[in-house]
């Protein structure tokens, strides 16, 4: 029953991105085909640089969870929270990264749900003019640029939730895109912090069995 529902709800949420895309007028749609675009090009550009930024926090985080394990007492608490901390973050960057990755792994159906995002906005020539704005500028500043754009436009709470069918396009828009920008300047942090703390944590582990 559960698996039936869940097809159901699946169904009900295409045939509601269905209707909408169907009301997309021919200047939303090359706004949306352009904006696409330039965020696809943008996520490949940056898929192997975002993998080795996650990956240089990692042993890091590793060492830290080894040394915990083998501190003694209230040390090896405080190390292995510190460690499941900087787990969290990393986790949460290549979850985000992966679903991003997938967002833009077909451009047509990004582009039609851009242009469904923009349609469901109170303000359909103010959203689009600023999104039309996007284009320069490549990596991560399209992210920031996105973020910015979006901070002159006037959204409501209806048009948060109307959004939430759109699997790929919510991604680039709020309020998950301020999140991915947060979570990536998090991720950039955690690579000096993991070091510091995976170094404080073996001096500690080491004076602790002296």
């Known amino acids: 029953m559960k698996f039936r529902q869940t097809n159901s709800l699946g169904s009900q949420a295409n045939a509601?991105?269905?209707?909408?895309?169907?009301?997309?007028?021919g200047q939303t749609g090359e706004v949306a085909q352009r904006v696409?675009?330039?965020?696809?090009?943008?996520?490949?550009?940056?898929?192997?640089?975002?993998?080795i930024l996650w990956g240089l926090s990692?042993?890091?985080?590793?060492?830290?969870?080894?040394?915990?394990?083998?501190?003694?007492g209230g040390?090896?608490?405080?190390?292995?929270?510190?460690?499941?901390?900087?787990a969290a973050v990393s986790a949460a960057f290549w979850g985000r990264r992966r679903r991003?990755?997938?967002?833009?792994?077909?451009?047509d159906k990004l582009a039609t749900e851009l242009g469904i995002m923009i349609s469901l906005s109170d303000k359909v020539d103010e959203t689009r003019g600023a999104l039309s704005q996007i284009a320069g500028g490549g990596g991560w500043r399209i992210f920031n640029r996105l973020k910015g754009v979006w901070?002159?436009?006037?959204?409501?709470?209806r048009w948060i939730d109307g959004i939430g069918d759109l699997?790929?396009?919510?991604?680039?828009?709020?309020?998950?895109?301020?999140?991915?920008?947060?979570?990536?300047?998090?991720?950039?942090w955690l690579v000096p912090v993991s070091v510091l703390v995976a170094l404080f944590a073996m001096i500690?582990?080491?004076?602790?069995?002296?």
Request: cysteine-free; hydrophobic content about 60%; charged content about 10%.
């Open 16 to 25: 509601a991105v269905g209707g909408f895309a169907a009301r997309v007028d």
């Open 36 to 51: 696409a675009g330039v965020v696809t090009v943008a996520v490949r550009v940056l898929r192997i640089p975002t993998a």
């Open 58 to 72: 990692v042993p890091f985080i590793l060492a830290t969870f080894v040394l915990g394990v083998l501190a003694d």
């Open 75 to 86: 040390l090896r608490i405080v190390i292995l929270i510190a460690a499941a901390l900087m």
């Open 100 to 107: 991003i990755i997938w967002a833009v792994a077909e451009p």
């Open 151 to 157: 901070g002159g436009v006037s959204m409501t709470g």
């Open 167 to 188: 699997q790929r396009a919510r991604y680039f828009a709020p309020p998950k895109i301020g999140t991915t920008v947060t979570i990536a300047v998090a991720a950039f």
């Open 204 to 210: 500690g582990t080491i004076a602790g069995s002296a």
